[in-house]
């Protein structure tokens, strides 16, 4: 088993490293330009982005072949994932590939400027995420075929997600402290090389909106316009260097 991922606080990757098989970063992916995958089962994990599928994910599916009897698409989200399965499907379709089986799993919502990250952590028990994480892999394993669907209203709210909660030029909301130190740990977790750091971070215009450089930051540096609260998340099953890893 194959598993491709796209994590910035680590949620996808804990879900994609919960299958057992091999696990795959999709933005190191996009970069070494390898998009050819073969194996008995593969799998396509990754956040809920405005609704939707995010861009970076997106543009990896409309590039990859895969060659596989057993397509499958596991959905992270924190409060309302939209119209992400169905939007996935629908890319899918454009490109070839014929999903068995897509689902979704709630976890913490970490977009900062739409939740406060202590109450995000205060509900987490009610998530119930490792008993439906254990559902999800059972069905895996036994290769069972099922699509979550959304209603097609779900679609038009994600459009008009868009339009109102536009994430262009999203790396105009960062502010950087002065207890910023240069460890370019920003740099190192940005999925896109977007962050480049002299004595502090410069952000230029193909921020993905994912957070990566603010949520994993040493000092709690880097601030977002209009964030709810002070506090980061990182998934606690995954490390900062297997974040690194993942998008260097």
Not at 1 to 10: D, E, N, P, Q, S
Not at 91 to 104: A, D, L, Q, T
């Amino acid at each position: 088993m194959k598993v491709l991922y796209f994590t910035a606080t680590g949620n996808s990757l804990y879900i994609a490293k919960s299958f057992g098989g091999e696990t795959y970063s999709i933005p190191k992916l996009m970069k070494e330009g390898k998009f050819d995958f073969e194996d008995e089962k593969i799998g396509i994990v990754f956040p809920s982005y405005n609704n939707g599928v995010p861009k970076l994910v997106e543009e990896f599916l409309n590039k990859v072949k895969l060659k596989s009897k057993y397509i499958f698409g596991i959905v992270t989200y924190g409060m309302y994932a939209g119209a992400t399965t169905r939007h996935l499907i629908e890319i899918g379709k454009r490109n070839g590939i014929e999903f068995s089986y897509v689902n979704e799993i709630v976890m913490v919502d970490n977009f900062l400027p739409g939740f406060d990250m202590d109450k995000q952590l205060e509900k987490l028990p009610k998530k119930k995420i490792e008993e439906n994480l254990i559902s999800i892999v059972k069905d895996i394993k036994e290769s069972k075929r099922y699509v979550k669907k959304h209603s097609i209203i779900s679609s038009g709210i994600r459009v008009l997600s868009k339009k109102f909660i536009s994430h262009d030029k999203f790396q105009d909301n960062f502010i950087v402290e002065n207890n910023c130190n240069g460890c370019k740990t920003c740099e190192k977790v940005c999925p896109v090389n977007n962050i480049k750091v002299d004595k502090k971070p410069t952000f230029m215009d193909n921020c993905q909106s994912c957070l990566a450089c603010t949520q994993n930051c040493p000092k709690n540096a880097i601030r977002v316009k209009n964030e709810k609260s002070r506090t980061r998340f990182k998934n606690e099953n995954i490390t900062l260097k297997e974040i690194i890893e993942a998008n260097n």
